[in-house]
Structure formats: structure tokens, C-alpha cells
């Protein structure tokens, strides 16, 4: 009886030290998958995240080192509060973001018609999605042409049709940061309506239906069944576009490089004249922290704010 208890005993360790060499084995097999993603995230994110917020208390320059970077507390901060061009570009980045519900207004009401109303769907997708994915680059270039004062085929289409004085676009300082909006607009319509092309397939077809028995009007339809339907759509893609509007940089650098007068100047461009043209990466790391912490509130007012007009 002994003996078959002591097997038995054995023989459930024995199950016990296999399973947890199994356990073991997975554990690292996951480790090793998650190792690479966890590494670069490291490197390419959070160290660089951590390095800005302790170059902030510094007067550091990229050229002279390390060596010769000294704590200088919150100066950096106190200078970037009372700078006037950073202010003018936080001014001009708050009124970048009324071109996002422009853009999703567009966007949603496009996608509206091309589910509904539209043949070859998959055509009109490709044009529309196509700017998204162009090279800011090349997109910057080619408005410049587009919106140049005297020669751009804009004015010279404005003064056939009558117009004596056409505004001067990128090279007025009241037209300039207006022709960035547009061209932004322009190139966000056709991810913006992607996305809600695939909101609008998950709304339930028998609604419509329901409506229509009804007496609803189509305005009636999209307001009351379109709109709050597609609210978890609208609200991922106002949060994505806030974070973007932070971000644009190389629209603006190749455009008008934050001119004229720093008319389209941003928070980011601010950023890196500091840090790259006059060599400031103690001031420019500050300046990035204050960039993220303005966006880390706007972000958590959208969260609190959505519980009100999202409707899941």
C-alpha cells in the first residue's frame, strides 16, 4: 500500500516538474517574441521621453557634450512661457485644430454619399486616399506652385474669373497659416472617410428601413441614425487628429518653413529651430515637454467629454 502511494506520489511531482518546465519554456518563448518590439519601444521611445524631461532642467547643447551641460531648474520654462514666438506658434497650432471637424464634417458626408449613392466605391476610395498617402514632401512642393502669388495657377484661374487682387496664399501672413488648414484638409479627407466607410457597414440596415415606414427624411436618417451611430468613429478620428495637428512638420517646413512673419509657425518647427539651427536642446526639450503635456490634457478632456455625446 505504501509502495503504491509513494508511486503515486512520485509520479503526481513528476507531472508537476514537467508542467512547470512547460510553463517555464513558454514563458520564454514569449519573452523572446515580445523581446524586439520591447527593445526598440525602449530605445526609440520611452529613453528618449526620459532623456527630454532631465535635458529640460539643463543648458545643454548638442554640439559641446554632456560634459558642459549644467541644471538650471525651471529657467527653461519660465523663458518658454514669456516667449513670444512660442506663444504665437501654440496660437496658431490651436487654430490648426478647426480644421478637423471641417475635415471629419467632409469626410463623413462623403462617405455618407458614396455608400449609399455611389457605383465603383472602390475607385473613389483610391482617389480620395491617395493625398494621405502622398509624401508630405511632394505635397508641400507641389502647393507651392499651386498657391505662388503672381504665377500659380490658383490666382491666375481667380483673375480670369474677375478677381483684381487674389489673396497672396503662403506669402501673405493673413492667408498663410489658411492655405496650411487647406492643404491639410485636403490630405486627411480620404483616411478620415475611410474610416468611416467602415463605421457606416456595421449600422444595421433596418434602421433605415425603420425610418423610412416612418416618414423620416434623409436629413432626418442621417442626424438621428447616422451621426450617433458613427459617434465611436468620430471620436477615435478627433483624437487622432488633435495628436496629428501637434505633429505636422515637414507640411510646414517645406511650405513656408513657419513664415512669412512666423505666420505658420508651430510648436514643433519651434522645436526644431531651437534645437537644430541654434543648437538650444536643453530649451527645445522643454519646449517638447510643455507640447506633451498640452496634448496629454486635451486628450483626457476628449475622454471625459466623450461619456456625454459618444454612444457605444
Known sequence: MQTMESRQQASAGGKRRRSSLRGWRENVAGYLFVAPMFIGTSVLVLFPILASVVLSFTNWNIVSGFKKASFVGFANYQDILSDAIFLKSLGNNLL????IPVTLAIALTLAVLINRYIYLKDL??????????SSAVAVAIVFRVLFHPTR????????SLGVENPP???ADPKFALVSVMLIMIWTGIG????????GLQNIPKELYESAQIDGASSWTQF?????PLVSPTTFLLLVAGIISSFKIFDLILVLTNGGPGNATITPVVYLYQKA?????????SAVSMIIFVIILLITLLQFYGQKKWVNY
Request: aromatic share 20%; net charge positive.
Open 96 to 99: 490648426i485644430l478647426l480644421a
Open 124 to 133: 473613389f476610395k483610391v482617389i480620395y486616399f491617395m493625398p494621405f498617402i
Open 152 to 159: 500659380g495657377p490658383i490666382n491666375q484661374i481667380l483673375m
Open 168 to 170: 497672396g496664399w503662403i
Open 191 to 198: 483616411f478620415n472617410m475611410i474610416i468611416y466607410l467602415a
Open 223 to 227: 442626424t438621428r441614425i447616422t451621426v
Open 276 to 284: 537644430f539651427l541654434e543648437l538650444k536642446t536643453g530649451y527645445a
